[in-house]
């Protein structure tokens, strides 16, 4: 017996009870989920994209912040060394 013969298909079956009214429900539903995911996957999006902005702003703020202590420290600095 050969390795074809093998994986060759040995049984029939036979696909009963699906209807293409079945089939057609199934399709519907899937259809409905995938929008649902799609309008979850835009909320999501809209979340993160706000974080984003909020997040360059909080880096934006820091940096000047940074910056003024920096300048604070070097007049100090400047005044002890005086």
Do not use: C, P
């Amino acid at each position: 017996m050969s390795l074809l013969d093998d994986l060759q298909l040995k049984d029939n079956v036979a696909v009963e009870g699906i209807t293409a009214d079945h089939v057609w429900y199934n399709a519907d539903l899937l259809t409905r989920n995938m929008s649902s995911w799609a309008h979850d996957f835009q909320k999501l999006v809209s979340v993160m994209e706000a974080r984003h902005k909020e997040h360059l702003q909080m880096i934006g703020d820091l940096l000047m912040e940074r910056t003024a202590l920096k300048s604070e420290i070097a007049a100090f600095k400047s005044a002890s060394k005086e």
